[in-house]
DNA sequence: TTGATTTGGTACCGATCGGTAACATATAGG
DNA sequence: CCTATATGTTACCGATCGGTACCAAATCAA
């Protein structure tokens, strides 16, 4: 069944101006490669779920390795935001800052969708040292871990630095736990731990 | 430069009955697995470094995934003799029990050479939900935690469940952390924040 | 010694991997 | 309008992936 008549030009679906390709690709890659690992996901299928091709990609990229660092590093970035946010809500207030961070972290650690902290998972899927994406990964970790000891202390804590560790510690437990074990798993009860840690260090 | 006489016939590198061919397999698979990731590490890889090939591989684990199942349940195994050691090395303290839980757990976590829990690296890795791998994840992860309540419970100490999940979440934290922080990382005061925690529920 | 079972070796399968060449098309700026 | 730049399309590269067919050599039990 040929078209006798010139089909009506398709509009596109969406009239706005569409995100560039760059960011398509980058959006793609980050649903991807979180919800599948790193390793499991082609560039391929980025291209193509991106509605883009393998060219373009690697036009704005120069190899998968350094989207994947790019991927990270865009993460990072938005816990940069979540840190200044927490800040904004309350200005004169660590210890609420401290709530806030709390709060967050059990919400993320329970999301029944979330694979964990993306950034953990890719320390544990590129073991190569030498990988563009690991300096990224070890300052943004070290970056959270020193942010928090900030809160900590700042909230007049005893050992305000141990604390930070445990608090840190027991987050990234508590996102690779849930992976590990499904439902009914430790990381159900992560704030209520939290707390009580923190409540042993009050003064 | 051809050879003038026949060679005289090479002597095996090792005379003694050599291990056979299914063990070097798993021993080769779980160095591997273990130091490169699993999904890093093809078949031929394997086959190779146990002195075999490809086919005898596959005489002896219908497929990847199941050699990859059977890895993980051989360390899971190795658990369990470990829980039974420290029972036997403190058959009626559960607190001295608890003592070298925390230890061996500390220089586990802090092994420079370590790449984190295999069971939970691979939980990471292998993303699908239906892998035959992930019973064997669960089953051990949930163990686990079980056995250090059931230790918590038993050396008198305040809310032991909790307790456990504390300590739970602080090792899992540890192993994953040691691989996106490098040296210096809050899992090198993983003992400290151990013993700071259970005196915390001390009664 | 015979016969059955277990290995090793090699070559191969289709699929996919990361990455590129070449060319056509669209878009935008002057 | 012309030209430069960004994008789309297609086909391809060599390498590797997980997995198998086939046969020879070794091993072992009877």
């Given at each position: 069944?040929t ?23 980058l ?32 036009r ?49 650690a ?5 694979r964990?902290c ?7 899927e ?13 300052e943004?970790k070290?970056a959270?871990r020193?942010r928090l ?13 141990m ?12 996102r ?16 209520r ?11």
């Amino acid at each position: 069944m040929t078209p006798r008549f010139s089909p009506v030009p398709a509009e596109p679906l969406t009239p706005v101006p569409v995100m560039p390709p760059r960011e398509r690709i980058l959006a793609a890659a980050s649903d991807l490669f979180y919800r599948q690992g790193i390793r499991a996901v082609g560039v391929d299928a980025i291209a193509e779920t991106a509605g883009t091709n393998k060219m373009t990609l690697y036009r704005h990229f120069e190899s998968k390795d350094v989207l994947v660092a790019e991927y990270l590093r865009r993460l990072a970035g938005k816990s940069e935001v979540f840190w200044a946010h927490i800040q904004r809500e309350h200005p004169d207030s660590p210890r609420k800052q401290l709530g806030s961070w709390l709060e967050a972290a059990g919400r993320d650690a329970n999301d029944p969708q979330g694979r964990g902290c993306a950034l953990a998972n890719a320390a544990v899927e590129l073991a190569e040292k030498d990988h563009p994406a690991r300096r990224v990964i070890e300052e943004h970790k070290r970056a959270s871990r020193d942010r928090l000891a900030k809160l900590c202390a700042d909230a007049g804590l005893k050992q305000p630095e141990m604390l930070a560790d445990e608090l840190f510690l027991l987050l990234e437990g508590a996102r690779v736990c849930a992976q590990s074990i499904g439902a009914d798993s430790p990381c159900c009860r992560f704030v209520r731990m939290g707390e009580a840690i923190i409540a042993s260090h009050e003064k």
